[in-house]
C-alpha cells in the first residue's frame, strides 16, 4: 500500500469508501474501508494528529499494531498486515463477518471454544491483546478473529512470568469468560472462576485508584 491510495481528507471520504468508525476520543483513529488492488481493504487512519504533538504516538501506535501483525501473519485468528501508508495509517485484511455481539450463540457455542484455544496460542507467542470486548472479535463463517491490536503488547520469553504478565494473560481470559457469559448465559465453572480471580494486589491497586477518582471529582 501507498500514501496515493489514502483519501486526502479522511473527514470528507468519497463515496466510494466507506466509514466503519469516526474517531472521536483521544489518539483513535479513522477507520474505513477503501479498494486495493481489487480487493477491500480496511485502513486505521491517524492522519489527523500529523504536525501536532500527537503525531509521535500515533505513529508508535502505527508501528507496534504492524509488528504484532507481521509477527501473527498467516494465522487465521487475525488480519493480514497489508501495510503502512506514511507512518500514521495501517492497511489490515477486510475481514467479512459480524462482531462477536451481534452473532447468534448457544451456551455450547463452539466459536467460544475456538477463541479460548485462540487466546492462549496468542499467549504463547508472547502476546497479550489487553482489549477484548465484543467489537474486537470478529466471527468470519465460524471462525473467531481478533481485531484492534493497538493495545495489544508483546513479551519476551525471558519476561513471561513476572506478575504484570501473569496478571495481562489472565485479564485476557478473564474477559473471554465475561464475554461468554453475557452472550450465552454459561458463566465459569467453580475452578475456572478461581483460575480467572484477580490476585490481591490488582484489587489493592483497583480500590486505591478508585479512592483516589473519587478525591478528584470531589475537587
Known sequence: MNASTLPRD????PPDVR??????????PDVYVLDVDGRPAVVK???????????????????????????????RHAPALLGTIGGLAL????????????????AGSHVF?????AVAS???????HNDLHPANVLVAGSTPVLIDFASAMRTPR??????????????????VAKMRQRLTGQG??????????????????RLGWKRVYRRLKRG
Request: proline share 7%; charged share 30%; no cysteine.
Open 188 to 205: 465459569p465453572s467453580a475452578r475456572e472462576a478461581e483460575l480467572l480471580a484477580p490476585p490481591r494486589w490488582v484489587d489493592a491497586i
Open 45 to 75: 487512519d491517524y492522519g489527523r494528529y500529523r504536525r501536532t504533538p500527537l503525531s509521535l504516538p500515533a505513529r508508535l501506535l502505527v508501528r507496534r499494531e504492524a509488528r504484532v501483525l507481521d509477527r501473527l501473519r498467516g494465522w
Open 91 to 106: 492497511g489490515i485484511e477486510f475481514i467479512p463477518g459480524q462482531t462477536l455481539g451481534e452473532v447468534a450463540l448457544d
Open 113 to 117: 471454544q475456538q477463541l479460548r484455544g
Open 19 to 28: 466509514l466503519l468508525k469516526r474517531g472521536e476520543r483521544f489518539l483513535e
Open 122 to 128: 496468542l499467549h504463547a507467542a508472547g502476546i497479550t
Open 158 to 175: 525471558w519476561l513471561r512470568w513476572l506478575p504484570l504478565a501473569r496478571e495481562l494473560r489472565r485479564s485476557d481470559l478473564a474477559n
Open 10 to 13: 479522511p473527514r470528507s471520504l
